[in-house]
C-alpha cells in the first residue's frame, strides 16, 4: 500500500495514472486552471460527479 502525500490527506493514498487522449488533457488542464484545482482535486470532483449519476 502507497503512503504517498500523508500531510495532506488522512489515511493512505495511490497514485493514479491514465493515457487519455492529447485533446482530453488540453481540456481537463483548462478546468484545472479555471478552477485553481490541483489535479488530484480536479479527479476526485470528477469521480464524485460519476458515483453522483450511477446511483
Do not use: N
Not at 19 to 35: D, F, G, N, T
Not at 39 to 51: A, D, F, N, P, T
Amino acid at each position: 500500500m502507497a503512503v504517498g502525500r500523508r500531510g495532506k490527506y488522512d489515511g493512505p493514498v495511490k497514485r493514479f495514472e491514465a493515457w487519455i487522449p492529447y485533446e482530453v488533457y488540453k481540456e481537463m488542464e483548462a478546468v484545472k486552471q479555471r478552477l485553481g484545482a490541483s489535479w488530484s482535486e480536479l479527479v476526485q470532483s470528477m469521480w464524485e460527479v460519476y458515483k453522483a449519476t450511477r446511483r
